[in-house]
Structures are given as C-alpha cells and as structure tokens.
C-alpha cells in the first residue's frame, strides 16, 4: 500500500534521528563515570555581588539571606543584593532586615531575563568593584561553601560557573520529588560528563557564577527568551567562553508542588527551548565550521531535547497507523495489537523508573524520603511530550510565577 509505503519510510527516518540523539546522550552519560578532579585550593580572593531577584517571596527571602550571611568565605569580599520586582508583599522589608542591600529596577519587569538585562551590566561596572556575579533565586537556600567554591573555581580561570543545585523539599509531593530526581540526574549523568570532556555546562538558572569581566566583554549582552539561563551559555560560547562545572558550590532550590504549577512552568522552558533553536542554531552552527569547534554542537543538541520529544510523538502516530493498517489487513489479531501496546508503556516504566532509583542511589538521596518522586518520575517525563507538542504551536507569551512557601532554614536540610 502507498499509505503504508510513506508510513515506513517516515518512521525510518524519525528513528534514525532519534537513536543518533539516544547514542550521544546515552554516551555522554556513560562518560561520566570516568573520574574528575576538584578545582586547588584558593584563599578567599574574588570579590563577589550576590544577586536575587524577587517577587513576592516574603515567605523565603528571609531565610535565603541568613544562609548567605553564613558563608564559609570573608563577610568583606561579597555583596547579598536584592532587586524587587512587582512586589505587593513585604519582600523588601524581610530581605533588607535579614541584611540583604536592596537595588531598584529603573524600568517595569516582566521576567528575571529583564532583571539581568539590568543588574548585570549595572554590577560589572569597575567602579562597583566586583569580580564576580553569583545567581541565587529568592526561593533558595546556600551552602555554606559555596562561595569558597566559587572563588576556588575563578582563581582556577573560569569566567563562568555552574554550583550544583539540590532541592530543599523532595519529600513533598510526587511532582517535587520528580523534579529532584531529574535535577540529580542532570548533575550527576550530564554536567559531570560535560565537564569531564572540557564542554560548556549548562547554566541552570539558580546557583551560577559569572566574572564581571565576562560581561563587560560582552557589551551586547541581552536576554530575549523565555529561558536566560541557556541562552546566557550560549551567549558566553559565542564570545569563546566555557561555563565550569562546580559541583561543591551548592544551592537548594524548592521545587513545585502541583501538577499545575509544574506545567506552566515546564511550558516556560519548553517555549524558550523553541525560542532558541530560531535564534541561535545559525551563529551556532556557523561558529562551530569556522572555528572548527564540534563543542558548540553540543549546545545545539542541548535544545533540541524538545524537538525530539516531538519526533517521538509523531513516530509513536505512524507506528500506531501502520499497526492500525495491519490490524485492518487482518495481518495483526487485535490481542497482539493491545499486547504490544501495553508492553511498550510497560517496558518503558521500568527503563525510567529503574534509572530514576539509580540516580537517587549513586547521589545518596535515598535518605529523603523521595519514593513518590521515583514512583512518579515516569508520568513527570512522560508529561512533558504534550507540553513539547503544544508549544511548538503556541508559546507561553507571559512569565508566571510560582508562588513559593516553604519557609524552611539551611539546618532543616542538614
């Protein structure tokens, strides 16, 4: 049959696609359990601007300024500053009373990308006297070290850095669990490999450092995606700058709670992931055959991760046709037909589940209580290709924020 002829040949090709994405994912993550080294000990050095943005987050703000104020790291060599944005709570008040200086936007905010466009060319400036920028979300907690550690990582050379982020409430719910297994996963399978071969590490949004010589380097430098952490690292690659993985410089990210919350956020990402596939595969691309730096398709690659899930979607249509036509043909009873079907969902639960327990193994996070997490991480995962199919067409056009009220202190996580 002609239909069954198109059918086949569209589904060798999505799947030839996707198994050369499977392949390098797959060895990118096998790469990292070649053994790494910390970066050398380094006296207190870079001075630092820590930069919050905040909305609303009376709850948390408070507690994420104390955890600053702890560092393990010279109270005269950092700055904890606090940019309010659209507030109508007493985020202010709480961060300048927990000791935090506050910095006024001087145009509206519609999103963190617009607090950036700011605050990091207004910090970067030479008279302000910084070395460094470091990255925290207002719902975050620090870890004592990660300053030393981020310091340790600019006197090692690095003009950009990505800490590693935990998560402050895995035990919550399913979905927040979800979410600290695919973060865990990320650091463990994927930001060490990266690093281990000399790529880029992705910027995650929260915990990340950059040199204020980086940014003045820089002096285009403006977010316009619904996701300026990887397009700030796609940024520093098109300038020739590598961001370093940092895995000591810890922060405790809190995680949503809902499934609703979790997809408007998850539609943020997604949209921006599209966003920078028009944007940036050209100059991407272009860098990489000038430069000869095959590094830079990583990047690309990185992106992509909504596309393919995409493909998949269309792949798992033309294979249920061609089943549907064999079933028609009578080449196919209707009992291998549904056998087939849930074998599939079957097998792949057991893939995701069994690598959700695994990286909550080789992390230790067993402690935590995080079984709904694994139980659920198929359906997290699995959620994500409608979220992927819909933004293809439209597009989150607001940044939306989760509210955030997990008022919880660094020692209740230790």
Not at 8 to 13: D, F, G, L, P, S
Not at 178 to 207: Q, V
Not at 259 to 286: H, I
């Amino acid at each position: 049959m002609f239909l069954a002829d198109i059918l086949t040949a569209a589904t060798v090709v999505i799947s030839v696609v996707l198994s050369v994405y499977s392949f390098y994912s797959i060895g990118l993550a096998l790469v990292s359990l070649l053994k790494g080294r910390r970066n050398p000990d380094a006296a207190p050095r870079a001075r630092f601007a820590v930069l919050i943005a905040a909305r609303n987050e009376e709850a948390v703000i408070g507690h994420l300024v104390e955890s600053l104020t702890r560092q393990h790291y010279p109270r005269d060599l950092f700055d904890i500053i606090v940019i309010p944005n659209n507030c109508t709570d007493r985020t202010r008040h709480v961060a300048e009373q927990a000791g935090a200086r506050i910095l006024m936007c001087p145009f509206p905010v519609r999103s963190k990308g617009d607090v950036l466009n700011f605050a990091l060319p207004e910090l970067s400036r030479l008279e302000r006297g910084y070395d460094g920028i470091c990255v925290i979300d207002a719902d975050n907690l620090v870890h004592p070290d990660f300053l030393a550690a981020m310091n340790r990582a600019y006197c090692s050379g690095a003009k950009a850095a990505q800490g590693y982020r935990d998560i402050k409430n895995p035990s919550d719910t399913g979905i927040s669990g979800s979410y600290a297994i695919h973060f865990w996963l990320i650091n463990r399978f994927f930001n060490r490999a990266r690093a281990k071969i000399g790529l880029s590490t992705p910027i995650g949004g929260s915990g990340f450092m950059i040199s204020t010589e980086q940014v003045r380097a820089m002096d285009n430098l403006r977010f316009v995606t619904m996701t300026e952490d990887l397009e700030l690292t796609i940024q520093c690659a098109l300038a020739d700058s590598k961001v370093a993985w940092v895995p000591d410089a810890i922060v405790y990210d809190e995680q949503p709670l809902t499934f609703g919350q979790s997809w408007k956020q998850r539609s943020r990402w997604s949209g921006g992931m599209y966003q920078l596939s028009e944007l940036y595969t050209g100059p991407l691309l272009r860098k990489a055959l000038r430069d000869r730096r095959i590094s830079l398709l990583d990047l690309v690659f990185l992106y992509l991760t909504a596309h393919m899930q995409v493909l998949c979607v269309v792949s798992l249509v033309f294979r249920g046709l061609l089943d549907l036509l064999e079933l028609l043909n009578h080449h196919l009873t209707p009992a291998a037909f549904w056998t087939g079907f849930f074998s599939s969902l079957a097998s792949t639960w057991l893939v995701v589940t069994a690598v959700a327990f695994l990286t909550v193994l080789l992390e230790k996070k067993l402690g935590r209580n995080v079984w709904r997490g694994i139980l659920s991480y198929w359906f997290f995962i699995m959620s994500w290709i409608p979220i992927n199919f819909i933004c293809l067409f439209k597009r989150p056009a607001t940044w939306e924020q989760i509210k955030h009220d997990r008022s919880m202190r660094l020692q209740d996580i230790s």
